[in-house]
């Protein structure tokens, strides 16, 4: 157990519709960040929140909105889903801002399946 | 800006022999390197990374990982192949607010 916990763990929805992926991290770490994995793409880093304001934003599509709360738990939003979104989607964390040689803690994962 | 790149999407090799799974970067700063390994079906798990001062860096599981400047690489060695080693191993340098990730090495461990 790495301590980012990621619920749920695997999704089936149908094209259009909107879900949720939510991450606790590692207690005391204040950074969220969120990464897509797919074979094609790899990993694609989307977004970071630190203690509760977006710090950074990668290849994040306009569908998709994420927001960390005050006990520092993240959500990922994605709707208008396509078949393209179907993907792993990771939640990591750190300690840390921006700076320093900190490493991230990662979750297991939720996949998501569009059909 | 930085970037990674992995030299060789699959590397086979036998239980008992040399690992060797190869790294390059792109970094206008000195760098912070990491090399993580994904098991099937799960997250992300942290094997090293090189921050500053000794080159050679070693990580869990036998691993470890010298940090060449001159040749800007960052090669992931272990002496002998285990079975359990056999999963998926990404590089990773620290660009501004993320890590950026290699397209991964799938390393294959056969008996």
């Known amino acids: 157990d790495s301590g980012v916990t990621q619920t749920p763990k695997h999704l089936i929805t149908a094209t259009g519709q909107r879900v949720t992926l939510r991450c606790s991290p590692r207690?005391?770490?204040?950074?969220v960040y969120w990464y897509q994995q797919s074979l094609d793409q790899g990993l694609q880093f989307l977004i970071q929140?630190?203690?509760?304001?977006?710090?950074a934003k990668g290849n994040i599509l306009e569908r998709f909105s994420a927001q960390q709360f005050p006990d520092l738990h993240s959500e990922l939003n994605l709707s208008s889903l396509e078949l393209g979104d179907s993907a792993l989607y990771f939640c990591?964390?750190?300690?840390?801002?921006?700076?320093?040689?900190?490493?991230?803690?990662f979750g297991s994962g939720t996949r998501l399946t569009v059909v | 800006a930085q970037s990674v790149t992995q030299l060789g999407s699959h590397v086979s090799v036998s239980e008992g022999a040399l690992v060797l799974l190869r790294c390059n970067y792109s970094?206008?700063?000195?760098?912070?390197l990491f090399w993580y390994v994904q098991y099937p079906n799960q997250g992300l798990q942290l094997l090293l990374k090189?921050?500053?001062?000794?080159?050679l860096v070693k990580g869990i599981n036998g691993f470890e990982a010298e940090f060449k400047k001159s040749e800007t690489s960052f090669h992931l060695t272990k002496p002998s192949a285990h079975m359990s080693d056999a999963a998926e191993y990404f590089c990773?340098?620290?660009?501004?607010?993320?890590?950026?990730f290699g397209q991964g090495t799938t390393l294959q461990v056969k008996p």
């Open positions: 929140y630190y203690n509760g304001e977006e710090r």
């Open positions: 207690s005391g770490d204040l950074s």
């Open positions: 990773a340098v620290k660009g501004t607010g993320k890590l950026i």
């Open positions: 090189y921050t500053t001062g000794a080159t």
């Open positions: 990591a964390s750190s300690v840390a801002g921006t700076g320093g040689g900190y490493g991230y803690t």
């Open positions: 970094s206008s700063v000195p760098p912070y």
